[in-house]
Structure formats: structure tokens, C-alpha cells
């Protein structure tokens, strides 16, 4: 290779001082190595270094004008591809009939950026090196400085990153398949749409850290703190993960945490006003994410974990149509074009809203939403201390046989009215006290269907 670059450093040597490298540098040394394969980079300072798509095609570029045929082995395959989309044939820098591939065939072809395929990182400073689409897998990354490093698209698969620093690091659809990224620190990791089937993050720190849409199937997650870390729509099947990884509760769930990570990753910049709409949203947020975590327990076999993950989906649920959020969370069924308030389909969605709130209040507190059998017995012995006062207040009850009423008359009455088998010497005697006896009646019927109900529910998970 004939890039013009600077003096070549001695980087495979072992030094406990980090050995600053160039692009250029780097290039030489996996092309004197015959590729990337056990090319030794321990320790070496590869800070700021740019190793993106676009700056190895303009390499490439270089290459074809001193008239260079072959693709060097720091760059990955350069593809045809059919107007379908589909790979046809491998190029290296020329065409088919011996025609140089111009610059703008050579950007849209690549199929990655620099091959680093199987190359010792180890301890290497890659702190805001740009690794666009990087080829490394495989690659040995142990205990590398990866801090704000750009890996967008890059694949990592089979990678070993155990104890990397990868803090603030863009990670947008990269590929971390089977990748060993246990005792990382991850913080604040942006990692929309990145793979990350049967990785291993334990011990990582993933706070405040992004996996939007990520696919974590079959992640091994147990033990490590997803508390403070976006789940949003992320692929949790299968993935090795508990109750005690949430804690009490996820991230969109406290407001100054929440808005802390929608400053840190859409950008401190923003005026307050953008933040308001995801904020309002969070909760909508936040059910997906424990539904997402009841399906994994439920796949799993672990019954009590998938009872708390729908408690919890519901509860998040039960915020979402609040009055104050449900035109954010629900703005798609908000009337379009109606600028007034009054607007008789805009009032509708209020009610409605509001009706489902305070619904999921009244299910929330009877039965936990059907997964909570204590509650409907606590409220029921509610009803049962309430209802004998209730009846004394009003004086309605009576003793068919003339004895006065003592205050357990009154609860043997409410009981019986509860149980509805009726109490033969004590009959009510008026109409007040007639409409009572029916509601506790309707109640106690109630009770027992949403027993029966929670308890079902709680045999079926084990």
C-alpha cells in the first residue's frame, strides 16, 4: 500500500505506555500482517482514529489512481448487487472487463468499513475513534477504552469486551451476536436497533443506557441492574432476566431519572417543550416494557414474575388515561381539526378516558387486577365493618321477634346480606334500608366472582 501517512510506530510491542497510531498506520500494519488475523494492537493509543466506511473507501479511491487492482486485506468485500437488492458477484477495484470502479461505485459497494477481523484490542485506546460498520468480529476488545466511540452498523459478533469502557458509545444497528460484553461499562449507551442475541452482560453497567428496538433474545441479563435502562420495545425473548434485575420499578417510571435520559440522549440543547410529549408518554413507555417482561416470564416458566409484569403493565395502563395524559398517549384517537373545546367528539374522549381510569382504580384496588386474591378479601371485610354502622345509622333494621338490636345483630345482618342467604329475624324496614341490603348483596356477589377470579389466576401460574 502507498497511502501517504506518517512514520509507522512500534505498536505490537507490550508496553505499559500506549503507543499512539494512525489510520495510516494501522492499514500498513494489517497489510504487513497479511490481514487482521492475531494482529497485535494491545495498549495501543488508537484514540480519535477514524476507521468509518467513508474514510476506508476514500482509501480505496487512492488505491485505484496508483492504479492498484486488488482490494488490500484492511478492507472488507466490495459487493454488486442486482436491483432487487440481492449480492451478485465480489469486485476488487476494477470491473468485470478490467474498467476501474469509480469513486461513487466503490462508497455505495462497500460492504463495511476497515477489517479488523480477529485483531488483539486489548486494552487499546479507541476513545472517540469512529468505527462506522467496522468488521471486528471476533476481535479481542478486553478492557479496551471504547468511551464515544462510533460503532454504528459495525459487527462484533463472538467479540470478546469484557470490562471495555464503552460509556456514551453509539451503537445504532450494529451486531453484537454472542458477543461477551460482561463487567462493560455501558453507561449511557445509545443502541437503537442493535442485535445483541445471546450477548452476555453480566456485571455490566447499563445505566441510563438505550436499547430501543434492540434485540436482546436469549441475552444472558440475570443479575445485572435494568432499573435505570430503556427497555422501550426491545426483543426480550428468551433473554435470561428476573424480577430482582427491575428492581421496584423501570426507568419511565420516575420522572427526574426519565428526564435526565431523554436530556442525555436526545440532546441537552432541545427546549424544554420537546421533552414534554415523550415525557407525558412515558408511562405508555413503560406498560410495553413490563409487557414485553411478562411474556419472557410467562415463555420462561416463572409464573409469579409474569403475575407482577401484568400487575404493573396495568398500573402503567391505568396512567395512561389519566385526563391530564390521555391526548398524549392516545393522540391518535383524538378528533382531527376540532379547535374547539367543546367539540361534542373531543368531550367523548375525555369521558371515555377518564371512565377507563377510574375503572383501572376500582380493579386495581379490589382485586390487583385480577392477580391479588388478598385484596378482594380485604375488601370484603371492608364492606363487612362498614355496612353494620351504615345500617344502625339509618335505623331501618328490625328484630322480628321485638328484642332490641345490639351492634352484632347489626353485623350478623350485614353478613347475611353480604352472603345473600338471608337472616329470618332480621328484616329491613325501610326503603333506605331495603336499597342498602341490595347494594351489599350485589356486592358480596361480586366479591366472590372476583375471588374466584384472582384465585384462578394465581392456581394457574403455580
Known sequence: MELNSEPTSQS???????????????LRMVEENGGPEG??????????????????????????VQKKIHLPVWATEIVKTSPSGAAMWKLNLTKDDGAPLSPKEISSSLRYGVNLKGAILSGADLQGANLERAELTGADLVQANLESANLWASVLDNANLWRANLKNAYLAKASFQETIVSNANLENVNAPFTDFHRADFSGANLNNASFYAANLSEAKLNGVFLGRTSLWRANLRDAQISVKSIGTSVLQEDPEAFMAHLEHHLGSEQTPQSFTKPFKRRFSEARDVYLALKA?????GDNLAASWAHFKAREMQKHTHHPQRAGFCYYRELPQNSSSRISPRLWWFYFKHTVHWLLSWAAELSCGYGEQPFRVIACSAVILLVFPFLYALVGGVINT?????RWVDYFHYSLA????????DLVPASDVAKLLTSLEALLGIASLSLLMFALGNRISRG
Open 12 to 26: 505490537t510491542q507490550k508496553a505499559d505506555t500506549q503507543v499512539k497510531i494512525t489510520r495510516h498506520d494501522l
Open 39 to 64: 494482529l497485535d494492537l494491545s495498549n495501543a493509543d488508537l484514540s480519535g482514529i477514524d476507521l468509518s466506511s467513508s474514510s476506508i473507501s476514500r482509501d480505496l479511491q487512492t488505491l485505484q
Open 296 to 300: 419472557n416470564f410467562s415463555d420462561t
Open 401 to 405: 321477634s321485638g328484642q332490641p338490636l
Open 417 to 424: 346480606a353480604f352472603s345473600t342467604i338471608g337472616f329470618p
